[in-house]
């Protein structure tokens, strides 16, 4: 008996043999979706953190505001200056509507915090984008490797009952007993790593999350205290 890993997939009978390839594609699906957000988080992360370094003198600085509104153009990928950015523009309008008076702050803070959280609720559901795949890989994984592992021990009853195949020795069930820990363990090996993944890019939101909402508190409070000029 080979219990190398060719010899146990020429072992292995058509169920096990289609459940690997099930779990192997589920793997390199997972794996390409979480390289691709990877690279995503990563670089609005970094255009974040610039974007709100330039953005704080302006809103700090009474009567600066003016200047911040389409500084987020040059930062394309930050989900931070996507949402300030919606805010500003919409700031922008108010204050060149006839009817934005002297006495109007509250008003205008009000409906830049309303073009913000629609923005955010946008660029939160980007964020998110093949989060889902991931958690149906972690929770599933699993499931289908013991499937495989039933038709492992299925097979090696079969050739335990069968006088051809040298029914009733030990060595005549080892290979169905390796599939069936072979297709469980491949099941938890792509489970785990989805699930890491999907900890992982989970986290990274929340830290965006808390960003978009730090700024946005900070746009808003300048609004409300009239230092926008």
């Known amino acids: 008996m080979d219990f ?14 289609a459940v690997v390839v099930v779990l192997i594609v589920m793997s390199l699906y997972s794996l390409g979706i979480a390289g691709e957000r990877l690279l995503t988080f990563m670089r609005g ?20 505001l003016r200047e911040a509104v389409g500084l987020d153009k040059g930062y394309g990928g930050s989900p931070v200056a996507a949402v300030i950015g919606a805010g500003l523009t919409e700031y922008a309008r108010s204050l060149d509507r006839p009817s934005a008076g002297a006495g109007s ?5 009000e409906v830049v915090n309303r073009a913000m959280e629609r923005t955010k609720e946008r660029e939160l559901a980007t964020l998110r984008r093949g989060m889902s795949v991931l958690a149906t890989v972690a929770s599933s994984a699993p499931f289908v490797g013991l499937f495989g592992t039933v038709g492992g ?3 090696a009853f079969q050739k335990l009952a069968d006088p051809t195949k040298g029914g009733g020795g030990i060595g005549t069930v080892s290979a169905g007993i390796a599939e069936a820990l072979i297709t469980t363990a491949v099941g938890l090996g792509v489970a785990i790593l989805a699930v890491w993944f999907y900890n992982y890019f989970t986290a990274r939101i929340d830290d965006l999350t808390i960003d978009i909402d730090e700024t946005a508190s900070e746009l808003v409070d300048t609004i409300l205290r009239g230092e926008a000029g």
């Open 153 to 155: 021990i299925i097979t």
């Open 45 to 64: 992360r970094k255009l974040s953190r610039l974007y709100i370094q330039a953005l704080s003198p302006l809103v700090e600085e009474p009567g600066r």
């Open 4 to 17: 190398t890993l060719v010899g146990l997939w020429h072992e292995m009978g058509f169920t096990a043999r």
């Open 105 to 109: 702050s509250f008003d205008v803070a």
